[in-house]
Protein backbone atom coordinates (compact mmCIF):
# COMPACT_ATOMS: atom_id res chain seq x y z
CA UNK A 1 0.00 0.00 0.00
CA UNK A 2 1.26 3.29 -0.65
CA UNK A 3 2.44 5.44 2.45
CA UNK A 4 0.65 8.86 2.76
CA UNK A 5 2.28 12.07 2.99
CA UNK A 6 2.16 12.24 6.90
CA UNK A 7 3.57 8.65 7.52
CA UNK A 8 6.56 8.72 5.66
CA UNK A 9 8.43 5.30 5.51
CA UNK A 10 12.52 5.57 6.78
CA UNK A 11 13.99 5.48 3.10
CA UNK A 12 11.00 8.49 2.11
CA UNK A 13 12.89 10.47 5.40
CA UNK A 14 16.10 9.57 4.16
CA UNK A 15 15.59 10.57 0.46
CA UNK A 16 13.78 13.62 1.74
CA UNK A 17 16.89 14.58 3.98
CA UNK A 18 19.16 13.89 1.04
CA UNK A 19 17.20 16.29 -1.14
CA UNK A 20 17.11 19.29 1.38
CA UNK A 21 21.06 18.99 1.81
CA UNK A 22 21.52 19.24 -1.65
CA UNK A 23 19.42 22.01 -1.89
CA UNK A 24 21.05 23.73 0.62
CA UNK A 25 23.89 22.76 -1.19
CA UNK A 26 23.59 24.36 -4.16
CA UNK A 27 22.38 27.47 -2.73
CA UNK A 28 25.32 27.95 -0.66
CA UNK A 29 27.72 27.88 -3.74
CA UNK A 30 25.45 30.04 -5.97
CA UNK A 31 25.94 32.61 -3.33
CA UNK A 32 29.00 32.52 -2.44
CA UNK A 33 30.45 31.99 -5.60
CA UNK A 34 28.58 34.16 -8.13
CA UNK A 35 26.17 36.59 -5.99
CA UNK A 36 28.75 37.72 -3.20
CA UNK A 37 31.77 38.46 -5.58
CA UNK A 38 29.72 40.67 -7.93
CA UNK A 39 27.20 42.08 -5.60
CA UNK A 40 24.20 40.62 -7.01
CA UNK A 41 21.64 41.07 -4.48
CA UNK A 42 18.52 39.33 -5.74
CA UNK A 43 17.07 39.17 -2.57
CA UNK A 44 16.92 36.55 0.54
CA UNK A 45 19.11 37.04 3.32
CA UNK A 46 22.18 36.53 0.99
CA UNK A 47 21.14 39.84 -0.56
CA UNK A 48 21.56 41.66 2.48
CA UNK A 49 24.41 40.14 3.65
CA UNK A 50 25.71 40.85 0.35
CA UNK A 51 25.31 45.06 1.24
CA UNK A 52 25.98 45.24 4.70
CA UNK A 53 28.95 42.97 3.77
CA UNK A 54 30.19 44.08 0.32
CA UNK A 55 28.77 47.23 0.22
CA UNK A 56 29.38 48.85 3.64
CA UNK A 57 32.45 46.52 4.38
CA UNK A 58 30.77 45.04 7.75
CA UNK A 59 31.01 41.87 8.70
CA UNK A 60 32.09 39.10 6.46
CA UNK A 61 28.89 37.56 4.50
CA UNK A 62 28.76 34.24 6.16
CA UNK A 63 28.61 35.82 9.52
CA UNK A 64 26.07 38.23 8.12
CA UNK A 65 24.21 35.52 7.31
CA UNK A 66 23.93 33.46 10.32
CA UNK A 67 23.35 36.35 12.62
CA UNK A 68 20.20 37.99 10.22
CA UNK A 69 19.39 34.03 10.25
CA UNK A 70 19.07 33.54 13.86
CA UNK A 71 17.20 37.12 14.42
CA UNK A 72 14.86 35.96 12.28
CA UNK A 73 13.91 32.81 13.53
CA UNK A 74 13.75 34.44 16.81
CA UNK A 75 11.15 37.25 15.58
CA UNK A 76 9.11 34.11 13.27
CA UNK A 77 8.56 32.15 16.90
CA UNK A 78 7.86 35.04 18.26
CA UNK A 79 5.42 35.94 15.68
CA UNK A 80 4.31 32.40 14.28
CA UNK A 81 5.32 30.25 16.96
CA UNK A 82 5.96 26.80 16.00
CA UNK A 83 4.47 26.95 12.51
CA UNK A 84 8.38 28.48 11.71
CA UNK A 85 9.24 24.21 11.16
CA UNK A 86 11.92 22.25 11.88
CA UNK A 87 13.03 22.11 8.43
CA UNK A 88 12.95 25.83 8.39
CA UNK A 89 15.04 25.90 11.45
CA UNK A 90 17.38 23.04 9.88
CA UNK A 91 18.07 24.97 6.36
CA UNK A 92 18.18 28.23 7.83
CA UNK A 93 21.25 26.84 10.47
CA UNK A 94 22.67 24.32 7.52
CA UNK A 95 22.86 27.49 4.44
CA UNK A 96 24.96 29.81 7.32
CA UNK A 97 27.27 26.86 8.38
CA UNK A 98 27.82 25.99 4.82
CA UNK A 99 28.60 29.51 3.60
CA UNK A 100 30.82 30.21 5.91
CA UNK A 101 32.89 26.84 5.79
CA UNK A 102 33.00 28.26 2.00
CA UNK A 103 34.60 31.24 2.96
CA UNK A 104 37.51 29.12 5.12
CA UNK A 105 37.84 26.76 1.95
CA UNK A 106 37.86 29.41 -0.14
CA UNK A 107 39.53 32.60 0.84
CA UNK A 108 40.12 34.23 -2.34
CA UNK A 109 36.85 34.05 -3.69
CA UNK A 110 34.99 37.62 -2.01
CA UNK A 111 33.23 40.85 -2.80
CA UNK A 112 35.60 41.88 -5.36
CA UNK A 113 37.17 38.85 -6.45
CA UNK A 114 34.99 37.37 -8.93
CA UNK A 115 35.90 33.98 -10.72
CA UNK A 116 35.20 35.58 -14.25
CA UNK A 117 34.81 39.12 -15.62
CA UNK A 118 32.00 38.45 -17.32
CA UNK A 119 28.77 39.78 -14.92
CA UNK A 120 25.94 38.29 -16.93
CA UNK A 121 27.27 35.01 -17.06
CA UNK A 122 27.97 34.58 -13.12
CA UNK A 123 24.68 35.92 -12.58
CA UNK A 124 23.21 33.47 -15.12
CA UNK A 125 24.92 30.48 -12.34
CA UNK A 126 24.01 32.85 -9.37
CA UNK A 127 20.25 32.40 -10.64
CA UNK A 128 20.18 28.63 -11.77
CA UNK A 129 22.06 27.48 -8.82
CA UNK A 130 20.20 29.19 -6.02
CA UNK A 131 16.45 28.65 -7.72
CA UNK A 132 17.15 24.64 -7.95
CA UNK A 133 18.44 25.27 -4.86
CA UNK A 134 15.10 26.58 -3.28
CA UNK A 135 12.80 24.60 -5.71
CA UNK A 136 14.47 21.49 -3.99
CA UNK A 137 13.77 23.15 -0.56
CA UNK A 138 10.36 23.79 -1.78
CA UNK A 139 9.69 20.38 -3.22
CA UNK A 140 10.67 19.07 0.94
CA UNK A 141 8.36 21.66 2.40
CA UNK A 142 11.81 23.13 4.05
CA UNK A 143 12.99 26.72 3.08
CA UNK A 144 16.27 28.07 4.36
CA UNK A 145 14.79 30.68 6.34
CA UNK A 146 15.22 34.52 5.89
CA UNK A 147 12.79 36.49 4.36
CA UNK A 148 10.41 33.90 3.82
CA UNK A 149 9.69 34.32 7.49
CA UNK A 150 9.10 37.69 7.12
CA UNK A 151 6.98 37.13 4.28
CA UNK A 152 5.04 34.87 6.22
CA UNK A 153 4.94 37.55 8.96
CA UNK A 154 3.48 39.79 6.89
CA UNK A 155 0.84 37.25 5.40
CA UNK A 156 -0.72 36.94 9.18
CA UNK A 157 -0.63 40.59 9.90
CA UNK A 158 -1.39 42.28 6.65
CA UNK A 159 -4.15 40.80 3.44
CA UNK A 160 -0.83 39.77 1.53
CA UNK A 161 -0.24 36.43 0.20
CA UNK A 162 2.85 34.61 0.82
CA UNK A 163 4.08 35.37 -2.46
CA UNK A 164 3.34 38.79 -2.95
CA UNK A 165 4.71 39.37 0.74
CA UNK A 166 8.29 37.81 -0.54
CA UNK A 167 7.94 39.55 -4.02
CA UNK A 168 7.95 43.06 -1.88
CA UNK A 169 9.87 41.97 0.31
CA UNK A 170 12.88 40.58 -2.09
CA UNK A 171 12.04 43.59 -3.94
CA UNK A 172 13.07 45.93 -2.20
CA UNK A 173 16.28 44.43 -1.16
CA UNK A 174 17.52 44.07 -4.99
CA UNK A 175 16.53 48.08 -5.54
CA UNK A 176 18.57 48.80 -2.76
CA UNK A 177 21.40 47.68 -4.28
CA UNK A 178 21.22 50.19 -6.86
CA UNK A 179 22.09 53.02 -4.16
CA UNK A 180 25.18 50.80 -2.79
CA UNK A 181 26.74 49.26 -5.88
CA UNK A 182 25.42 51.70 -8.92
CA UNK A 183 22.52 51.20 -11.76
CA UNK A 184 24.85 48.30 -13.59
CA UNK A 185 25.04 45.94 -10.52
CA UNK A 186 21.24 47.14 -9.35
CA UNK A 187 19.83 46.41 -12.60
CA UNK A 188 21.35 42.98 -12.75
CA UNK A 189 20.02 42.13 -9.09
CA UNK A 190 16.49 43.05 -9.90
CA UNK A 191 16.59 41.20 -13.35
CA UNK A 192 17.74 38.38 -11.39
CA UNK A 193 15.18 38.65 -9.02
CA UNK A 194 12.34 38.48 -11.45
CA UNK A 195 14.25 35.76 -13.88
CA UNK A 196 15.21 33.36 -9.86
CA UNK A 197 11.34 33.76 -9.30
CA UNK A 198 10.20 32.29 -12.81
CA UNK A 199 12.66 29.42 -13.00
CA UNK A 200 11.66 28.39 -9.39
CA UNK A 201 8.02 27.93 -10.62
CA UNK A 202 9.03 26.40 -13.46
CA UNK A 203 12.11 23.88 -11.27
CA UNK A 204 9.11 23.21 -9.04
CA UNK A 205 6.28 21.97 -11.93
CA UNK A 206 8.96 19.68 -13.29
CA UNK A 207 9.58 18.48 -10.21
CA UNK A 208 6.26 17.66 -9.27
CA UNK A 209 5.24 16.59 -12.84
CA UNK A 210 2.97 13.49 -12.85
CA UNK A 211 0.98 11.65 -15.41
CA UNK A 212 -2.64 11.20 -15.19
CA UNK A 213 -3.61 7.43 -17.26
CA UNK A 214 -6.81 6.75 -18.66
CA UNK A 215 -7.17 3.18 -19.92
CA UNK A 216 -10.17 1.95 -21.09
CA UNK A 217 -10.07 -2.02 -22.20
CA UNK A 218 -12.68 -4.55 -23.67
CA UNK A 219 -11.73 -7.65 -21.11
CA UNK A 220 -8.31 -6.71 -19.67
CA UNK A 221 -9.64 -4.07 -16.71
CA UNK A 222 -8.74 -6.19 -14.10
CA UNK A 223 -5.30 -7.57 -14.84
CA UNK A 224 -4.34 -3.82 -15.68
CA UNK A 225 -5.13 -3.12 -12.55
CA UNK A 226 -4.00 -5.96 -10.41
CA UNK A 227 -0.97 -4.66 -12.16
CA UNK A 228 -1.20 -1.17 -11.56
CA UNK A 229 -1.58 -1.57 -7.77
CA UNK A 230 0.91 -4.80 -7.56
CA UNK A 231 3.57 -3.80 -9.47
CA UNK A 232 3.46 -0.24 -9.58
CA UNK A 233 1.83 0.88 -6.38
CA UNK A 234 -0.48 3.31 -6.60
CA UNK A 235 -4.28 3.61 -6.16
CA UNK A 236 -6.45 2.62 -9.43
CA UNK A 237 -10.17 3.95 -9.53
CA UNK A 238 -12.28 1.80 -11.91
CA UNK A 239 -15.28 3.44 -13.79
CA UNK A 240 -18.17 1.40 -15.56
CA UNK A 241 -18.38 2.84 -19.01
CA UNK A 242 -19.97 2.30 -22.25
CA UNK A 243 -18.78 2.52 -25.42
CA UNK A 244 -19.95 5.31 -28.20
CA UNK A 245 -20.21 3.60 -31.49
CA UNK A 246 -21.40 -0.40 -29.68
CA UNK A 247 -22.33 0.63 -26.81
CA UNK A 248 -21.27 -2.31 -25.67
CA UNK A 249 -19.60 -2.37 -21.58
CA UNK A 250 -15.98 -1.08 -20.77
CA UNK A 251 -14.33 -0.67 -18.02
CA UNK A 252 -12.12 2.69 -17.48
CA UNK A 253 -9.03 2.98 -15.41
CA UNK A 254 -7.60 5.71 -14.02
CA UNK A 255 -4.62 6.34 -12.27
CA UNK A 256 -1.63 8.90 -11.38
CA UNK A 257 1.93 7.89 -11.33
CA UNK A 258 5.43 9.00 -12.32
CA UNK A 259 6.81 9.51 -15.48
CA UNK A 260 8.85 6.53 -15.26
CA UNK A 261 6.06 4.34 -14.20
CA UNK A 262 3.92 5.79 -16.72
CA UNK A 263 6.39 4.40 -19.15
CA UNK A 264 6.81 0.90 -17.88
CA UNK A 265 2.50 0.76 -17.57
CA UNK A 266 2.48 1.87 -21.65
CA UNK A 267 4.92 -0.98 -22.22
CA UNK A 268 2.59 -3.56 -19.74
CA UNK A 269 -1.09 -2.33 -21.08
CA UNK A 270 0.48 -2.77 -24.45
CA UNK A 271 1.38 -6.54 -23.67
CA UNK A 272 -1.65 -7.53 -21.66
CA UNK A 273 -4.22 -5.79 -24.33
CA UNK A 274 -2.53 -4.21 -27.44
CA UNK A 275 -6.25 -3.23 -28.62
CA UNK A 276 -6.64 -0.81 -25.18
CA UNK A 277 -7.38 2.58 -25.43
CA UNK A 278 -4.86 4.66 -23.32
CA UNK A 279 -4.82 8.93 -22.31
CA UNK A 280 -1.94 10.04 -20.72
CA UNK A 281 -1.76 13.82 -19.90
CA UNK A 282 0.61 15.65 -17.44
CA UNK A 283 -0.15 17.15 -14.54
CA UNK A 284 1.49 19.04 -11.50
CA UNK A 285 -0.83 19.21 -9.00
CA UNK A 286 -1.46 16.37 -7.15
CA UNK A 287 -2.68 15.77 -3.85
CA UNK A 288 -3.95 13.32 -1.50
CA UNK A 289 -3.38 9.38 -0.71
CA UNK A 290 0.04 8.28 -1.83
CA UNK A 291 1.07 11.97 -2.95
CA UNK A 292 1.14 15.55 -1.32
CA UNK A 293 -1.75 16.00 1.44
CA UNK A 294 -4.43 18.72 0.60
Request: glycine share 10%; net charge neutral; charged share 15%.
Amino acid sequence: MTQTADKKPFAGRVKEFLIINLGLILMSFGVFFFKIPYGFSTGGVSGIATILGGGLGLLSPSVLIAIINMVLLLIGFIFLGTSTGIKTVYGSVMFSLETWLLERICPAISYGHPLTDEPFLELVWAILLTAIGSSLLFHCGATSGGTDIVALILKKYTSLDTGKALLLTDFLIAASSVYFFGWKIGLFSLLGLFAKAFLVDSVIETINQCKCVMIISDGHANEIADYIMSNIGRGVTEIDAEGGYTHGPKKALITVCSRIQAYHLKQEINRIDPQAFVVITNTNEIVGRGFRRV
